[in-house]
């Protein structure tokens, strides 16, 4: 007996077994007849395309990087919207956002002319506030079953009990019977059993500022670093195994576009302290203070 060949083999079955269930369990995925994309070509080269009429989960890496899972979960409300607009011509709908109370006061409120450099309207953002997590989740268990949104957000504190596989499952389902496409958006980063369709772990990325950017002083796009965490089928029952790529946002075109890497690694600068105080790069050397002469 080939002991060798009998182990290929078994890997070969359970890789062959994971991409027949991959294409099974696309088949049976909300809302997978139709999707939208990044735009993008990274992603959409590795099939990364979102069902609508589902439920996507966007996670911060860490609680400060909260602001850009917040912008990248905008970003895609955005581009799910778009996506079911009834012709071009058909008026944009609205997004409603239901937020627990103490998301406000730990990060502070929803700014409208913050949300306007995304491209957003804010007049198009319906927001609901709830005083706790189990009220979040009855919110937007209502919210999810009304075909005249164009996405729902939906945001509560922490780690809540009561948002389970239970949870996530009931608003699979509500999700996938009105068609409407709701984001899960989290604050910090755990692997817990959902429902979900996609799970996205999002930081800020390094900006690349135009030409006209650079004279003005003006920082560059909103950038993304995204990793693909989990998707449930990709285009076409193709399995996706995952992928990390650098973002911006465009928000004339609403849409993302891959970020060319850095020519070099940028020198981290710590809050609140001396820029000399930064740990130097691996193999760059000191960083040291210039004198001023003359």
């Known amino acids: 007996m080939n002991i060798v060949g009998a182990r290929m083999d078994t890997v070969s079955d359970i890789a062959a077994l994971r991409q027949r269930l991959a294409g099974l369990e696309a088949e049976r995925l909300p809302g997978a007849a139709a999707a939208f994309s990044l735009g993008a070509e990274g992603p959409e080269a590795n099939g990364a395309r979102l069902a609508c009429g589902a439920l996507h989960e966007v996670q911060a890496v860490r609680a400060a990087d909260l602001p850009a899972a917040t912008g990248f979960t905008l970003a895609l409300a955005l581009r799910a919207a778009d996506a079911g607009r009834q012709g071009a011509g058909a008026p944009a709908r609205p997004i409603l956002w239901v937020r627990q109370d103490l998301a406000d006061v730990e990060l502070g409120r929803l700014d409208a002319p913050g949300l306007a450099t995304l491209g957003f309207d804010p007049a198009r953002l319906i927001l609901v506030r709830a005083s706790d997590a189990e009220a979040v989740l009855r919110a937007a268990g209502d919210a999810v079953r009304c075909p005249g949104l164009g996405g729902l957000v939906i945001e509560p504190w922490g780690e809540p009990k009561a948002l389970d596989l239970t949870a996530t499952r009931r608003l699979s389902l509500r999700a996938a019977s009105s068609g409407v496409t709701a984001f899960l958006l989290h604050a910090v980063a755990r692997a817990a059993p959902s429902a979900v369709a996609t799970r996205w772990r999002v930081a800020p990325a390094a900006s690349v500022p135009s030409g006209l950017e650079r004279a003005a002083g003006a920082p560059g796009r909103p950038a993304f670093a995204v990793t693909l965490l989990r998707h449930r089928g990709g285009e076409g029952s193709r399995p996706v195994e995952g992928g990390t790529w ?45 004198r001023r002469t003359g």
């Open 246 to 290: 650098n973002l911006e946002w465009d928000r004339e075109t609403s849409s993302f576009r891959d970020l060319a890497a850095l020519p070099r690694a940028v020198v981290p600068v710590p809050a609140g302290g001396p820029a000399g105080a930064a740990a130097a790069p691996a193999g760059g050397g000191e960083i040291v203070a210039l």
